[in-house]
């Protein structure tokens, strides 16, 4: 497989790429939760999901303290993406921890060792139910109601993998312009070690080229242990930026799809 990746000459421009992670994170808070403009950030909110990050969150925050000051008020804002990549030394970020996330870009496929050839693989929009169960497997029920209203997101391409008729993993990537942002790959902790989390994102990169993308990239935290994945296949690191997580948040906040 080919992908539709940039030259090795060509200079990435990794601020771009930052960009239209954040600008992801936008569009897919738009679909699953409340928006609301407020001077210096856009703030989302579920309220019949309040732990879950990626619905409860601000995004295009601009730095400054008043700004800062009134998210930290609302009790809400379980993370905090700022505009910029870095985030402003001199300021004070009580009640919030850093947390820095590296970005990677498809550089040169390399084809897998070893990909799962029984898998069954179909979109996730022709599965709904099967979707909800394995979120709820996951982590929560709030987690899979959250997920399964991004399927309304019509740029979102998600893919659902089965193992003798039964749901095991989930991977797909999401279309930001020209850039193919992946949704990392997850399978059931029973059905790992198998070469199900590759086969699933070879499926996910065979669908960005069918696309014609010409970037396709991702964003990990610090020291995830997918990471290596990722380099297998060809992705490199190009950036990174700094998001803030809400230091003491409630019981069940941290509940996102696991990166595996």
Do not use: W
Not at 106 to 127: C, F, G, N, V
Not at 149 to 175: M, Q, S, T, W
């Amino acid at each position: 497989m080919k992908l539709p990746i940039l030259p090795q000459h060509q200079t990435v421009d990794s601020q771009a790429l930052i960009r239209a992670i954040k600008q992801t994170a936008v569009a897919m808070g738009r679909v699953a939760s409340e928006e609301q403009n407020l001077q210096g950030a856009t703030v989302f909110t579920r309220p019949d999901c309040p732990d879950i990050r990626v619905a409860n969150f601000a995004a295009e925050f601009d730095g400054t303290e008043a700004a800062l000051d009134m998210l930290r008020q609302r009790k809400n804002c379980l993370v905090i993406d700022p505009i910029e990549a870095t985030l402003d030394p001199s300021l004070k970020y009580e009640g919030y921890e850093t947390v820095t996330k590296k970005v990677f870009s498809m550089r040169q496929y390399i084809e897998p060792d070893k990909i799962h050839r029984s898998l069954q693989i179909i979109p996730a929009r022709a599965a709904y139910r099967e979707v909800r169960e394995l979120y709820q497997q996951m982590v929560s029920a709030d987690l899979a109601s959250v997920m399964v209203d991004r399927l309304d997101e019509p740029r979102l391409e998600l893919f659902i993998g089965r193992l003798n008729h039964k749901p095991v993993a989930l991977a797909g990537f999401f279309c930001q312009g020209q850039v193919g942002v992946l949704v990392p790959a997850y399978v059931i902790p029973e059905a790992r070690k198998q070469s199900l989390g590759v086969t699933m994102l070879v499926h996910a990169l065979e669908h960005c080229l069918r696309a014609q993308l010409p970037q396709v990239i991702l964003d990990r935290t610090e020291g995830c242990s997918s990471i290596p994945l990722y380099q297998r296949v060809g992705f490199c690191e190009v950036g990174s930026y700094q998001k803030l997580y809400l230091s003491h948040p409630p019981s069940t906040a941290n509940l996102q799809p696991e990166e595996k």
